[in-house]
Nanobody, 117 residues
Framework: QVQLVESGGGLVQAGGSLRLSCVASGSIFRINLMGWYRQAPGNQRELVAVIHNIGVTNYADSVKGRFTISRDNAKNTVYLQMNSLKPEDTAVYYC???????????WGQGTQVTVSS
């Protein structure tokens, strides 16, 4: 099992920045991917950004150039730096991880990000 705990959400004005953090604990030795998804009211959960353990990253088109995902393997932590935030970025942001050889998806409890116009 993997436990994920997010922090860093909040309320920010449009154009502002926030940094989300997610710390993994538990059976982390085979984690090969960590990332962030988000879900706005009435919408499905969608990928924001993921980073593989070899450093390869993938971003949703809607956040490219504004968000940056990074990972500190020594701290078992993944970060999401969000700049130039827009009201449409408002959502609950969930940390996500996968492990090699494990079909389960692991999720954090979510952290609310609200961007006011």
């Amino acid at each position: 099992q993997v436990q994920l705990v997010e922090s860093g959400g909040g309320l920010v004005q449009a154009g502002g920045s926030l940094r989300l953090s997610c710390v993994a604990s538990g059976s982390i030795f085979r984690i090969n991917l960590m990332g962030w998804y988000r879900q706005a009211p009435g919408n499905q959960r969608e990928l924001v950004a993921v980073i593989h353990n070899i450093g390869v990253t993938n971003y949703a088109d809607s956040v490219k150039g504004r968000f940056t995902i990074s990972r500190d393997n020594a701290k078992n932590t993944v970060y999401l730096q969000m700049n130039s935030l827009k009201p449409e970025d408002t959502a609950v942001y969930y940390c996500h991880s996968r492990r090699a050889g494990d079909t389960r998806f692991y999720w954090g409890q979510g952290t609310q990000v609200t961007v006011s116009s």
